[in-house]
């Protein structure tokens, strides 16, 4: 009997791509390429859905012009690509599959520590900027939203 070591080829890249590009999920989750890594997320819970709709009713009520929201939005960006909660834009103005960089930023809520930060001023395939605000104090937001995030209903 002649033994054969194991040899693990190296995955490039497009390796990766390829298996998230052909990976199918059950019903209800989430994939997403972050960073080279892939990335499965259960169906979100009863509290993430309320938490998402206090937000989606301030955006659609306070926003300086008419939105558009769209739920499951694929975004390719530079460190991966992501299917955030919702995308928020002017009417008419949603970007591409391919494009990354929302000028007005991107809002991140924090629900296990509590806090919703704004990453602003996109540059080289990241944000430059961002402002972090604890639940319950108010985020300004720029144009076209210009309007103060009321983050006090995520407590």
């Not at 009997?1 to 999920?25: N, Q, Y």
């Not at 259960?42 to 659609?60: K, V, Y």
């Not at 939105?67 to 499951?72: C, P, R, V």
């Amino acid at each position: 009997m002649v033994a054969m070591p194991a040899v693990e080829h190296p995955r490039t890249e497009d390796d990766v791509l390829r298996a998230f590009l052909e990976l199918e999920t059950p019903a209800g989750f989430k994939a997403e390429l972050i960073e080279g890594e892939i990335v499965v997320t259960p169906p979100p819970d009863g509290s993430h859905e309320t938490a998402f709709a206090l937000l989606n009713r301030q955006f659609m009520r306070r926003a300086a012009v008419e939105l558009d929201l769209a739920g499951t939005k694929g975004l390719v960006t530079p460190k991966g690509r992501f299917i955030p909660d919702g995308t928020v834009s002017p009417v008419g103005h949603f970007e591409t599959a391919d494009s990354w960089a929302s000028p007005a930023g991107v809002l991140l809520v924090d629900r296990t520590d509590g806090n919703v930060t704004l990453f602003t001023d996109p540059e080289d395939g990241d944000y430059t900027a961002h402002v972090q605000v604890p639940f319950g104090k108010p985020l300004d937001l720029p144009a076209p939203f210009s309007f103060a995030l009321d983050t006090a209903p995520l407590r």
